[in-house]
């Protein structure tokens, strides 16, 4: 099991986000989380990647147990695409690149030939040469996406993934994402219901900081949200 969340519940104040939640995730599966504005996807995604505590419950992420709060070791075996996607935009798309290769200790002998496979794989070799900040938002995603796969990592949490992606680059990266999830767990976030079901065979519906489904069934995904999430 690559994730297991048990009871889990998390406040920030007196305001409780997630609430006794609990769910587990298999190796192979891509996993769409669906919810609307506040219902506690993003905060769920920070403490998967044990950047946030919680109150309540257990969780485990590749293995790794956690009562309170996943060890810091348990970010190698993750890469993660935040909503926000921060940059460093003064530096170029390949030397960025390299940077986070190394942050991510990464070989100095094998960083060139990953970054470039890389670059390769999410469609950036046109804009290598560029400054990040002369990039567009779509662009832009695409690094943000390229340093969330480096690394030999066993889970991937992408945040609106999708995010700034023209129809013609959605079905380049729908079909990266398919084909990263045959050799890993992914969890992705997204308002969009037809890219879950594009890209997922599992969906797990959030609201008001609970799970209210969690299904195989992506068929009338539209009015099954609605019901839940109204």
């Not at 993934?161 to 997204?190: A, H, M, Y």
């Not at 609201?207 to 209210?212: T, W």
């Amino acid at each position: 099991m690559t994730v297991n969340v048990e009871h889990l519940s998390k406040s920030i104040g007196k305001t409780e986000i997630l609430h006794d939640i609990t769910f587990n995730i298999s190796k192979g599966e891509i996993v769409g989380l669906l919810g609307p504005n506040g219902a506690g996807k993003s905060t769920l995604m920070k403490i998967l990647t044990g950047l946030w505590d919680f109150q309540q419950g257990t969780v485990s992420v590749c293995g790794i147990n956690a009562n309170r709060q996943l060890p810091h070791e348990v970010s190698r075996l993750i890469g993660y695409l935040p909503e926000d996607n921060p940059l460093y935009k003064d530096m170029y798309v390949r030397e960025y690149l390299l940077f986070m290769a190394k942050m991510h200790c990464i070989p100095r002998k094998e960083r060139k030939q990953k970054t470039g496979e890389l670059i390769e794989k999410v469609g950036l070799t046109p804009m290598a040469h560029k400054k990040i900040r002369e990039l567009s938002k779509g662009y832009r995603q695409r690094v943000g996406l390229a340093q969330a796969l480096l690394g030999n990592f066993e889970l991937l949490i992408l945040d609106e993934p999708t995010t700034g992606f023209d129809p013609n680059q959605l079905d380049d990266i729908r079909n990266l994402i398919r084909e990263i999830g045959k050799n890993c767990t992914v969890i992705l976030s997204t308002h969009i219901l037809q890219e879950v079901q594009a890209m997922c065979n599992r969906v797990i519906i959030l609201a008001q900081g609970q799970v209210k489904d969690d299904t195989t069934d992506l068929n009338n995904l539209t009015e099954l949200f609605r019901r839940l999430t109204t």
